[in-house]
T-cell receptor, first 114, second 115 residues
Framework: DTEVTQTPKHLVMGMTNKKSLKCEQH?????MYWYKQKAKKPPELMFVYSYEKLSINESVPSRFSPECPNSSLLNLHLHALQPEDSALYLC?????????????FGSGTRLTVV | AQKVTQAQTEISVVEKEDVTLDCVYETRDTTYYLFWYKQPPSGELVFLIRRNSFDEQNEISGRYSWNFQKSTSSFNFTITASQVVDSAVYFC????????????FGTGTRLTVIP
């Protein structure tokens, strides 16, 4: 299994909703990432988990809350989002954070905040 | 600071033409890695190649080839005999110690191959 699976593929939520994005990989990778990509922009790093511990939080607002329940799963909990948070949210994994042998990306969740 | 510049925002070519996508990078690291990713309309970022800073050999993979030149800080990507399926956004990316080995992406080049 050489994939990163993200669910749901599409999500529409109101500003008062609470939702979660899920990411799963079974490649034995020990680093997992959340990226945010606005339309016609490159992906921007949000969070890095290395060995299930949060290693980097790139000054992301607290309405985004990451969670790594185990080495295969990565969640992103969403609460009280704003319309400007509408974007493609990409999950990625790599063998190890310190050794960037290449990242495997999921196909993303297209989030629309209304 | 890490920086990747892809000056070509959009390129259109007719099928079977060759096309080169430019990538220029800046880093103070002596050890770093350069990547190319393809992003089709489906959204997934598809890994194409990784090159480390000590390996300047050019690489060819089928219709794809890469030219890495440290002297000009460039890592250009050429598609030979382009096909409609090559239409996508292509990102060049850099990782190195200064950026805690995280990926820094260029702004991307949207390639459209016209049948």
């Amino acid at each position: 299994d050489t994939e990163v699976t993200q669910t749901p593929k599409h999500l529409v939520m109101g500003m008062t909703n609470k939702k979660s994005l899920k990411c799963e990989q079974h490649m034995g990778h020990r680093a997992m990432y959340w990226y945010k990509q606005k339309a016609k922009k490159p992906p921007e790093l949000m969070f890095v988990y290395s060995y299930e511990k949060l290693s980097i939080n790139e000054s992301v607002p607290s309405r985004f809350s990451p969670e790594c329940p185990n080495s295969s799963l990565l969640n992103l909990h969403l609460h009280a989002l704003q319309p400007e948070d509408s974007a493609l949210y990409l999950c990625a994994s790599s063998q190890d954070w310190a050794e960037p042998y290449g990242y495997t990306f999921g196909s993303g969740t297209r989030l629309t905040v209304v | 600071a890490q920086k990747v510049t892809q000056a070509q925002t959009e390129i259109s070519v007719v099928e079977k033409e060759d096309v080169t996508l430019d990538c220029v990078y800046e880093t103070r690291d002596t050890t770093y890695y350069l990547f190319w990713y393809k992003q089709p309309p489906s959204g997934e970022l598809v890994f194409l190649i990784r090159r480390n800073s000590f390996d300047e050999q050019n690489e060819i993979s089928g219709r794809y080839s890469w030219n890495f030149q440290k002297s000009t800080s460039s890592f250009n990507f050429t598609i030979t005999a382009s096909q409609v399926v090559d239409s996508a956004v292509y990102f060049c990316a850099l990782s190195g110690e200064t950026g805690a080995n995280n990926l820094f992406f260029g702004t991307g080049t949207r390639l459209t191959v016209i049948p």
